[in-house]
Antibody
Framework: EVQLVESGGDLVQPGGSLRLSCAAS????????MHWVRQAPGKGLLWVSR????????IYADSVKGRFTISRDNAKNTLYLQMNSLRAEDTAVYYC???????????WGQGTLVTVSS | VLTQSPATLSLSPGERATLSCGAS???????LAWYQQKPGLAPRLLIY???SRATGIPDRFSGSGSGTDFTLTISRLEPEDFAVYYC?????????FGGGTKVEIK
């Protein structure tokens, strides 16, 4: 059974940092592109960042560029999102999502809530 | 940019639902997907490549379209179909989502 389990969400003050993790199982993690997608309370889905299967290529939404860093450890089947200089507008549920090349986002984690507030 | 319409669709069980998704540029290779999201849950893939149903999705869900105009049709609404639906393109980077259509019980 495919599983993506996010962790690391928390309440953090503006300007603070947080690292999200996503543990993958049930599929060949190293074959997949991986994404972070977020959803602010009551709002729609917003793509945040993507990393290619071997971790050599990453891209970011303009709203998080320079503040967030996506990475992966294929030996541990784990995806990460390092979030620095957090702002109130980063408050959201963050989903870890998998994708094969030229394919839709197929597996989604349950999400982890990040709240940025003083 | 993907624009979904209407924002809200009020229908009764058994009725037909037609959701639209318009793209500001041609979606490459019809790499367009539809997702369903219920409150408190992660989105679920319904349709990919504009018209292919994902594994386990009932045949009352169908997708169509190409280029810049796409449609998700639910032929007869079941009680469990009342949810929010998002379109998403994966033909170009970065991925983009539409703003969503909420299908609510009339």
């Amino acid at each position: 059974e495919v599983q993506l389990v996010e962790s690391g969400g928390d309440l953090v003050q503006p300007g603070g940092s947080l690292r999200l993790s996503c543990a993958a199982s049930g599929f060949t993690f190293s074959n997949y592109w991986m994404h972070w997608v977020r959803q602010a309370p009551g709002k729609g889905l917003l793509w945040v960042s993507r990393i290619n299967p071997d971790g050599s290529n990453t891209i970011y939404a303009d709203s998080v560029k320079g503040r967030f860093t996506i990475s992966r450890d294929n030996a541990k089947n784990t995806l990460y999102l390092q979030m620095n200089s957090l702002r109130a507008e980063d408050t959201a549920v963050y989903y870890c999502v998998s994708q094969l090349t030229n394919a839709p986002l197929d597996y989604w984690g349950q999400g982890t809530l990040v709240t940025v507030s003083s | 940019v993907l624009t979904q319409s209407p924002a809200t669709l009020s229908l009764s069980p058994g009725e037909r639902a037609t959701l639209s998704c318009g793209a500001s540029q041609t979606v490459i290779k019809t790499f367009l997907a539809w997702y369903q999201q219920k409150p408190g849950l992660a989105p679920r893939l319904l349709i990919y490549d504009a018209s292919s149903r994902a594994t386990g999705i009932p045949d009352r869900f169908s997708g169509s379209g190409s280029g810049t105009d796409f449609t998700l049709t639910i032929s007869r609404l079941e009680p469990e179909d009342f949810a929010v639906y998002y379109c998403q393109q994966y033909g170009s980077s970065p991925l983009t989502f539409g703003g969503g259509t909420k299908v609510e019980i009339k």
